[in-house]
């Protein structure tokens, strides 16, 4: 199991740029996650997805898109890159049913937008 | 609505003295919370949560949280820390359960001296 993945870790991008932030689980889990992280706060949810085909939005979801085409993805759209997005993103999975509860984090994506 | 306040931004605590990090939450539901811990460049680690039961939940590294519902709270504790437990600590709330829209609070750091 290489469990939640991401990728690039590190990216700066000039205004107006766009990119993607892959992130992939091999742990079969239904429930994905976008957080963003910035400096001396908690995480802050971007989006989130309860199975493939089935996204939603999270608290701060503006300037982000995502989709999930298949159980093991869930990229994150970033169409007109601002300063204020500059962050760290983490992408993270979970599973949950009667009696058990489970959660990953993947390492994360340094993001600078100057 | 669901809120978070981690009431310390950092707790200094000498080697193999006992800590407590402290959280409260507000939610106007049944809800679900966690602790997890981050090292410095990683994504989080869930280190425990309450979901329903008994509300003394333990992790594997010696910390435990009570579920305190009269009070709206869910401190962590260690009764004997080691230097590799310096971290940050975040505690969050979930209303909904493994489909985690989960809010977070802003982080403890823990720093552990010898």
């Known amino acids: 199991n290489a469990g939640v993945t991401q990728t690039p870790k590190f990216r700066i991008l000039k205004i107006g740029q766009s990119m993607t932030l892959q992130c992939t689980q091999d742990?079969?889990?239904?429930?994905m996650y976008w957080y963003r992280q910035d400096p001396g706060m908690g995480l802050k949810l971007i989006y989130y997805?309860?199975?493939?085909?089935?996204?939603d939005k999270g608290e701060v979801p503006n300037g982000y898109n995502v989709s999930r085409s298949t159980t093991e993805d869930f990229p994150l759209r970033l169409e007109l890159a601002a300063p204020s997005q500059t962050s760290v993103y983490f992408c993270?999975?979970?599973?949950?049913?009667?009696?058990?509860?489970?959660?990953?984090f993947g390492p994360g994506t340094r993001l600078t937008v100057t | 609505a669901q809120s978070v306040t981690q009431l310390d931004s950092q707790v200094p605590v000498f080697e193999e003295a006992p800590v407590e990090l402290r959280c409260n939450y507000s939610?106007?539901?049944?809800?679900?919370l966690f602790w997890y811990v981050q090292y410095p460049n990683q994504g989080l680690q869930l280190l425990l949560k309450?979901?329903?039961?008994?509300?003394l939940v333990e992790s594997i590294n010696g910390f435990e949280a009570e579920f305190n519902k009269s009070q709206t709270s869910f401190h962590l504790r260690k009764p004997s820390v080691h230097i590799s437990d310096t971290a940050e600590y975040f505690c969050?709330?979930?209303?909904?359960?493994?489909?985690?829209?989960?809010?977070f609070g802003d982080g403890t750091t823990l720093t552990v001296k010898p």
């Open positions: 997805s309860v199975g493939a085909g089935i996204t």
């Open positions: 742990m079969n889990h239904n429930y």
């Open positions: 939610s106007s539901v049944s809800v679900y």
């Open positions: 969050a709330v979930s209303a909904s359960g493994g489909a985690g829209k989960s809010t």
């Open positions: 309450y979901l329903s039961g008994s509300t």
């Open positions: 993270a999975s979970s599973y949950w049913t009667s009696g058990k509860y489970e959660q990953y």
